[in-house]
């Protein structure tokens, strides 16, 4: 009688997977240490607009930076502006590009294929790893704004950009569907570096490829001559969650951003597993 041993379900080798690689991803001081410094830009923001004995006029500096002072609540707003164009992207790029080619360079990769989840099981894990940093960057520079901002400058109801007033609670649920919707309008970026990563056993040329990806596609999107390219280009939308600051809650901002940063997610994706489905683990 011969002892047969348990076939490993598939299901729970993904789910121990994706278990195991949020927290490598979170043990990290490495990441600690990008998330704190997300969470410092609100703050130095706010400290330098509590500092400044120069009152801006309506429509200077970033988006709501005037209305700081008025309103606490506007910090986590402004600081958000401030993060998108490049703070948040470069710290997405470092996460994305390190998730195949980390592990190339250091030669875990083919440990990690030997067990029974797939190429593709590990490619879904391995990004899933990256858009939970996403959302955890956004979450925390919200918070951090939220936070420095009731500490600084009064607290009140919310005059959004249609006129209307809201009550404190309702400015914070608008604090956290601002927060979803930049996290979705990095998912697209975070595709296209798991797809660079997959070109390269070097991880910092994976980061940078992504960063540049990230600039070229906002340079690109404020060209007038291009202006057929925009709504196509994964960064156009990146600012579309000031409808979320109208009343009643236009939407359309968001779905639409929804399908564009979808069709990176799938074409990349595709791209991806394309590539590492070929890709020599052995070298």
Known sequence: MTNARPVPDRRSVGWDLLGSELSVLFRRRRTWAMLGAVALIPILLAIAVRLSTTTLAAGEGPPFLSRVTQNGLFVGFTSMVVAIPLFLPLTIGVVAGDTIAGEAGQGTLRYLLVAPAGRVRLLLV??????????????????????????????????????????????????????????????????????????????????????????????????????????????????????????????????????????????????????????????
Do not use: E
């Not at 639409?256 to 595709?270: D, E, K, P, R, W």
């Open 126 to 283: 391995k990004y899933a790893g990256v858009a939970a940093f996403c959302f955890a960057a956004t979450i925390i520079l919200t918070i951090a704004g939220l936070l420095i901002g009731a500490v600084l400058f009064p607290i009140g109801p919310v005059t959004l950009l249609s006129g209307d007033v809201i009550s404190i609670p309702d400015a914070l649920l608008r604090s956290l569907l601002v927060a979803a919707y930049v996290s979705l309008s990095l998912l697209g970026l975070a595709a296209i570096g798991l797809f660079i990563s997959t070109l390269t056993d070097v991880p910092v040329g994976a980061m940078a490829a992504t960063v540049v990806v990230s600039v070229t596609a906002q340079i690109l999107d404020i060209l007038p001559q291009l202006a057929w390219l925009h709504p196509w280009l994964f960064s156009h939308y990146w600012l579309g969650f000031a409808d979320l600051l109208r009343q009643p809650l236009d939407w359309t901002a968001f779905g639409t951003n929804a399908v564009v940063q979808l069709c990176y997610i799938l074409i990349f994706g595709a791209l991806a597993y394309s590539r590492f489905a070929t890709k020599n683990i052995q070298s």
